[in-house]
Nanobody
Framework: QVKLVESGGGLVQPGGSLRLSCVVP????????MGWYRQAPGKQRELVAS???????GYIDSVKGRFTISRDNDKNTVHLQMNSLNAEDTAIYYC?????????WGPGTQVTVSS
């Protein structure tokens, strides 16, 4: 069973930046559209950003201009560069295919934005 492994989260002050990474083992990574998702306390998990196999990207409105998703097909890795973070970005961040597969959820990485 494939489990994706996220890293790069942490505690950051408002206005700060973080870069999340996700290693995707055991699947033909390059053919999948990939996504970063997040779940804030008391809220449903939501898609934040996605990247197609060809590198096309999409974002939810609240992160446009602040977050950048990218992928490295040679390293089976997907990244999320997050800038200008604010308290509303506090959540556990997960990567998965898009659309998501229940088999691929990993533990996520906690991002906390607080002064």
């Amino acid at each position: 069973q494939v489990k994706l492994v996220e890293s790069g989260g942490g505690l950051v002050q408002p206005g700060g930046s973080l870069r999340l990474s996700c290693v995707v083992p055991g699947i033909t990574f390059r053919i999948y559209e990939m996504g970063w998702y997040r779940q804030a306390p008391g809220k449903q998990r939501e898609l934040v950003a996605s990247v197609t196999s060809g590198g096309g990207t999409g974002y939810i409105d609240s992160v446009k201009g602040r977050f950048t998703i990218s992928r490295d097909n040679d390293k089976n890795t997907v990244h999320l560069q997050m800038n200008s973070l604010n308290a509303e970005d506090t959540a556990i961040y997960y990567c998965n295919t898009y659309p998501w597969s229940a088999a691929y959820w990993g533990p996520g990485t906690q991002v906390t934005v607080s002064s």
